[in-house]
């Protein structure tokens, strides 16, 4: 569609263009030959009435004014030119004077349409002016030969119109229409994200220039956004530093401070078996810390492979089974179909749905159900598992923060604030996307959507 305008406002600026041109040229051309007919009829009475004197002179001197009328119809109707030649006598005396001294001419339309230019040469008889002679010329053939010449110009000019929209047609089509084409398909193309891309066209005119500058600043936002992202992973480092310095830091300065007692020997043996436990568990912790760690630094997509998301939620149902029991937990599995697939890595889909069961649990003290949904998105290719629970719900003032590494409201040594920050780089890496909807006292929704990736030939497969 946009080639077609673009192409029409071409076709249509050039033509108005043409018209004007070609109307002009005919138009001057018409104007010229009508004045050079016209000369040439005053030229040629002129001449003709001077051949004409001498016979005029002689009959005026043998019979008088009557003899000049006789005289002068008889030469015009003789010889090869059969103009109407007519004596207009002058109203007064002869030298009254009221007939133009020069060759003067007008044009007259008769009754049956055709026209006719009458041209007056004056005649001196004896010294003396003696009227005009009048030379009356047909203008039909003249009019013909105009009218031919406007339909001549009136074809000529369609034929330019035809040609002329044809090939800027196509040439609009070929160097305006298809380069634009492209360039817009690779600003969508930048706009969706695929930046640093080299010119779509390599043609030395301005839209050659346009596809260089287009390139060039797809190249800055990749080089400006790859900035922006080493900025953030520092400033991540940052925060997880801070952060596995306050975690690690209470559960050592315990251990240093039992195994300090220990070493001292001044405890009871029952005192020493209590420190060990203590130490053990705060090795415990550390370790749970570390590991998390580790998970979260490895948050690029493993293995990828064709899965079942509901066989895998069912086998992580049954592994979180015995724990939910022990707190009164019942978890459901619900899916609208009997298999879901997916393509992505099953231990870190698994470690999602872990971790959001396990966030489930934690916010239902009192026990409950929680529910594991899966169904096929509303948007197309997509699956969406939902984790549902109806535990305390989270504060909104904590909404904005949940996914931030080593963000908990839990008590020391409950939780670590990495389980969520973890689930949202897995889905990130498996191009899924994750929300949350909550109501403090109510329960909380958490709703992951993964693409489905149907095109089996195109995944890697490893099971
Ligand atoms: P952790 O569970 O170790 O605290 P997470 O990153 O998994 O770390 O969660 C961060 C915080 O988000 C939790 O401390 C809790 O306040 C809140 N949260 C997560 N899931 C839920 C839930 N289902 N119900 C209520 N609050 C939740």
Redesign the pocket.
Known sequence: MFQFNLAAKIILVFLAGVLAIVVTFSYQTIRRQQMWDQQWRDTHAETLVEALSPAIAKAYEEGGRVAIQQAVEFYGHSGDHSQDLRWVEPSGEPGSGNIARQVSSITVTNADGTRTAFSYVPLRLEGQEAGAIEVAYSLVDHDHFILESVYASLLSLLAVFSLSTVVIYFAGVRLVGRPLEKLIQQVNDIGEGKLDQPPALRSRDELGELAKAISGMSHRIKVQQDAIRHTSRLSTVGTLAAGVAHELGTPLSVVGGRASLIAGGLLSPDEVKQSAHIIKSEADRMATIIRQLLDFARQQPGTRSRLDLVELCRRTQDLMHPLANKQGIELKLETSRPELWVTGDPLQLQQVVT?LL???M??MPDGGPVKLRLSSSDAEGRIRLEVH?S????DPA?RDR??EPF????DVGQ???????IVYGIVQEHGGSIQVE?EAGRG?C?QIELPTNADRASVETTT
């Open positions: 971790n396990t966030n489930a934690d916010a629970d535990g305390s719900g989270i904590h949940i996914f963000f908990t409201t839990k939780g670590t604030g990495l389980g969520l920050s909550s909380t958490f």
